[in-house]
């Protein structure tokens, strides 16, 4: 009988769920038919109030920086986030062990910061191995490290560090990387071909405009200050889950050549077509920009969440950060019109790429349950 794997994530932002399918993708190209998979979006079917509104609740919360960075760092350290945790526990136990008996595996993997203290805790009395995939990259949060997991997997040295200052044994923890779906290393079609498919133009250089998976951050303000300034690009636009954004974009008085885009299951090729990416710092995204070799401006950040995602990317020359609408439009104008600098940035970008990582993973979560494989 296949041996199944729970997975446990949230759509607090894109970026949980796109690890979680990156790494059940690769499980079931290495190893088909080996194992059954699923995935739970723990927070909204397993949880209590307010906890089971955290997918809507993050874009609105995301927005108020002074809440959000309060919020985040009220529990981010060794004692707090315990006693938090402590404090949670009898509001959560039921329906974590609720999800437990409903969805019984041989091995859990949790993909979000919220899972790794309760789910441990409440499969006590039958336990099966525990293991994080933690999908920030830097400024790790202290809910991300569990003393109870079995392993935790982390895409940086310094996550490692982190968790390793935090408490937990450095033979517990594995750097292996962001894992990313192997459909962006797969997709191999030369610039020019998805660019025809696209319809986008060749001639002019291409920026691939982002807010993550719920078109966050001040996306309208940028396509609208690019568009003022008529820098000599293509500008396509990608709204995410976010209609009003998408209508406010497609309604700017336009002069510069452009596509405007909701949220698609296509980035692969939108990224491999582009020659800029203009982002939240978003870990998913960045990851998947470095694998596409492009250079990346950053407009924004999650307060404490995202900041060192920032200063991975400059530390590796990666990128640009640009806080400002108009700091967006001076680092655009710089790599449009600078094709020397742009080519050195889209190479110290794919420096940083890990593009085995999601397979790698998946080796080790076979691993865990023993099972043969020709990998
Ligand atoms: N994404 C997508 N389609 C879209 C917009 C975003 O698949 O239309 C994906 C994107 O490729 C990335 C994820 O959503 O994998 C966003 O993750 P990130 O960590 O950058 O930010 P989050 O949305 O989690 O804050």
Known sequence: MSKRILFLFSDTGGGHRAATNAIIEALQSAYPGQFDTEMVDFLRYYSPSPWRYSPEIYPPLSKLKGAWKLSYEAANGPRRSEAANRLAYPYLRASAERLIAENPADLIVSIHPLANAVIPRAMRANPVPFVTVVTDMVSTHAFWYSLAADLIITPTTQARNRGIRLGIAPSKIRVIGQPVSPAF????????????????????????????GDGMGPVRRVAKA????????TL?????????LYRHVERLDWQIPHHIYGFTDQMPRFMKAADIFVTKAGPGSISEAFICGLPIVMYACLPGQEEGNVDYVLDGQAGLWAPEVGRVVDA???????????????????????????????????????QDSDQ
Not at 202 to 209: F, Y
């Open 185 to 212: 290393a797969a997709l191999t079609e030369p610039k020019e071909r998805l660019r025809a498919e696209l319809g986008w133009k060749e001639d002019l250089p291409v920026v691939l405009l982002v807010g993550g």
């Open 226 to 233: 690019i568009n003022a300034a008529q820098l000599p690009i």
């Open 236 to 244: 396509a636009v990608i709204c995410g889950r976010n209609e009003e």
């Open 332 to 370: 655009v104008r710089l790599l449009a019109e600078d094709s020397a600098v742009r080519a050195d940035m889209a190479a110290a970008s794919a420096a940083l790429a890990r593009p085995d990582a999601a397979h790698d993973i998946a080796q080790v979560l076979a691993s865990m349950l023993d």
